[in-house]
């Protein structure tokens, strides 16, 4: 059965200290594994698809990293609008389902 | 030009009833998907409809019928209302494939959800 596994739940960041969140995954076969942003009472919003390991996505502050066995979200130097929970999901390459994560609860503060 | 829109955004009912949530995407995508976000904010897959074929159907109580009057539209019917339906109910749409240019298109856009609580 899939597994997403985020770590930390929760993250405190002062605006400019960069850090990573951790999304470790096991699947029969990965199509591919997705980071989402979710704001409170809002729907995820997408942000990167990851296919292969060693692939790396960029966007604005973000940058997303995939292993065999794990993906990282690096924020640098982050501002409070970057606060958001963050979702990490899994595609087997046999269906259509993601399959989240619990998610990383991210505030970064002034 | 909202991509993923869902109707109602709170719906506040008593158990037993009968109620739907409509959702209409205008992305063109050709697969749509329901999940429920719970009280722990876990997101769970529950239907998928592909061309408007049912492709997915999880461990869903049979309360709970979806349907796809066509390739835009995604509705879920829930009948006799039970306390613990109360949730966050997301839609969402795809496209589902290897585009012509080799690019590949899994990526599922979500709607604003339907926050329906029992009571």
Known sequence: EDQVTQSPEALRLQEGESSSLNCSYTVSGLRGLFWYRQDPGKGPEFLFTLYSAGEEKEKERLKATLTKKESFLHITAPKPEDSATYLCAVQADSGYALNFGKGTSLLVTP | DTAVSQTPKYLVT??????????????????????????????????????????????????????????????????????????????????????????????????????????
């Open chain 2, 14 to 119: 008593q158990m037993g009833n009968d109620k739907s949530i409509k959702c209409e995407q205008n992305l063109g995508h050709d697969t749509m998907y329901w999940y429920k976000q719970d009280s722990k904010k876990f997101l769970k897959i529950m239907f998928s409809y592909n061309n408007k074929e049912l492709i997915i159907n999880e461990t869903v109580p049979n309360r709970f019928s979806p349907k796809s009057p066509d390739k835009a539209h995604l509705n879920l019917h829930i009948n006799s209302l039970e306390l613990g339906d109360s949730a966050v109910y997301f839609c969402a749409s795809s496209l589902f494939g290897v585009g012509l240019a080799g690019e590949r298109n899994y990526e599922q856009y979500f709607g604003p959800g339907t926050r329906l609580t029992v009571t």
